[in-house]
C-alpha cells in the first residue's frame, strides 16, 4: 500500500513562493499519477495539478497556471509542487494523492490513495 507524507507548507505573505513535498513511500513512476488537491474551509476539494505516471505529462487548474509547476524526482520518490505568486485565494489544505495510471484533477476520489495534507496561508 502506498503511504504519503506532504510536507512545506506554512504562512507566506502575497505574491511569495512555497515548493511543496509529497514523498511516497512506495513509487514507481511507471504506475502511479499524483495529483495535487486543495480544501479551502466550507469548500470542497479542488483539484491543482497532476503529473502522469511514465511520460510525464502535466495538467494545472486554469486558477493556478503559470504560477504552479509540479515536478517529479523517481530517485527520491518524491512529486514537488513550486507554488509562485501566491494570492489570498490559494489559502487551503493541500494534499497529495496518487492513482494507477493517467492523472486528472476532476476529484480526489478518483484517486487511491492520499496523504493528511499540509496547510498552506497566504496573508499579509
Same mark, same amino acid.
Given at each position: 500500500? +502506498?503511504?504519503?507524507?506532504? !510536507? *512545506?507548507? /506554512? ?5 511569495? $513562493? ?6 511516497? @513511500? ?21 483539484? +491543482?495539478?497532476?503529473?502522469? !505516471? *511514465?511520460? /510525464? ?5 486554469? $486558477? ?6 509540479? @515536478? ?53
Amino acid at each position: 500500500q +502506498v503511504q504519503l507524507a506532504e !510536507s *512545506g507548507g /506554512g504562512l507566506v505573505q502575497p505574491g511569495g $513562493s512555497l515548493r511543496l513535498s509529497c514523498a511516497a @513511500s512506495e513509487f514507481t513512476a511507471d504506475y502511479y499519477a499524483i495529483g495535487w488537491f486543495r480544501q479551502a474551509p466550507g469548500t470542497e476539494h479542488e483539484g +491543482v495539478s497532476c503529473i502522469s !505516471s *511514465g511520460n /510525464g505529462r502535466t495538467f494545472y487548474a486554469d $486558477s493556478v497556471k503559470g504560477r504552479f509547476t509540479i @515536478s517529479r524526482d523517481n530517485a527520491k520518490s518524491t512529486v514537488y509542487l513550486q507554488m509562485n505568486s501566491l494570492k489570498t485565494e490559494d489559502t487551503a489544505v493541500y494534499y497529495c494523492a496518487a492513482r494507477v495510471g493517467t492523472c486528472s484533477i476532476v476529484s480526489i476520489t478518483a484517486y487511491d490513495y492520499w496523504g493528511q495534507g499540509t496547510q498552506v496561508t497566504v496573508s499579509s
